[in-house]
């Protein structure tokens, strides 16, 4: 009998993983869609002079929809995409950590890579060094928060069920 619930126990294990990175994918998707429509809002009430839009849709895409509420919505639903893989990153290499100067580190980094490293990607985006300095500030902010939310939110749900799977003996003492 006790191996039988030895394997059970494994079992729920195996399973709460699988929430627990189904969980972080979500963070990232949702984290992805909301701080993106943050940023098209920061860009259309000109604090910044590039939209997440410039980067994910007209980079590619030369189509007249792309100005009009519709390529809004695709390049929100991108940047959710693009997130998870960010999130999945997350997930993988700092899931352990419970900080938050962690979690800003880690949005400060994506900023890092959106636009030093995956620049030349972007023909619609000019080079960090020709945009204002409110666009750096306004970007840098909207990825810090973005890495808060994504980051903070996948170390306190991975630290959770590290809690709430500790042995009962463990817990008690």
Known sequence: MSSTKQKQNQSNQSVDRVTILTRSLTTGFVGGILWSFVA???????????????FLL???VNAGWT??????????????IVSVVFAFLYYVLLKKVFSLWVSI????????????????LFPNVPHITE???NT???TICVFILYGTFVGYSISYNYEDWQ??????????Q
């Open 40 to 54: 098209s809002l920061f860009y259309f009430f000109n604090f910044m002079e590039v939209s997440p839009k410039s």
């Open 58 to 60: 007209t980079s590619w």
């Open 67 to 80: 100005d009009k509420w519709l390529g809004n919505f695709f390049t929100v639903i991108i940047a959710g």
């Open 105 to 120: 580190l880690f949005g400060i980094a994506v900023w890092a890579i959106v636009f030093f490293v995956f620049q030349p």
């Open 131 to 133: 945009l204002s300095l």
């Open 136 to 138: 750096w500030v306004t």
């Open 163 to 172: 809690k709430a799977n500790q042995p009962q003996s463990e817990s008690s």
